[in-house]
């Protein structure tokens, strides 16, 4: 717990919600206590806010955004794997995990 309070340092609240499936009529939840963090998209208070932007520009800021608990595009890439092996592709964070992987094949062309 101690790792994830570190890593997602710049969030507003911590909540403990329960998770339900499209999958069913079930009022029973699929997960119980599942821990979400979520943050303002407020300038002023989130410094790490990009707003709404061109996926080109959200890209280059993964791209290059490094916290405390290592870069910002492993955590993208790991995420898209996960939801692979889960059978939950998502072609939005699919189509970002790419652009993020052509902007750093010109930044490795840039300095080899």
Do not use: W
Not at 30 to 59: C, D, H, W
């Amino acid at each position: 717990m101690e790792y994830l309070e570190r890593r997602e340092c710049e969030y507003d609240t911590k909540a403990s919600v329960d998770f339900y499936t499209e999958e069913g009529e079930s009022a029973t939840p699929f997960l119980t206590g599942v821990l979400v963090f979520t943050s303002t998209p407020n300038n002023a208070i989130n410094k790490y806010y990009l707003g709404p932007a061109p996926q080109e520009e959200m890209a280059r800021q993964i791209a290059k955004a490094v916290g405390p608990c290592g870069n910002n595009r492993d955590y993208l890439f790991k995420l898209e794997k996960t939801m692979a092996s889960i059978g939950h592709e998502d072609p939005g964070l699919i189509k970002l995990a790419n652009e993020v992987r052509r902007i750093l094949g010109h930044i490795h062309e840039d300095y080899y």
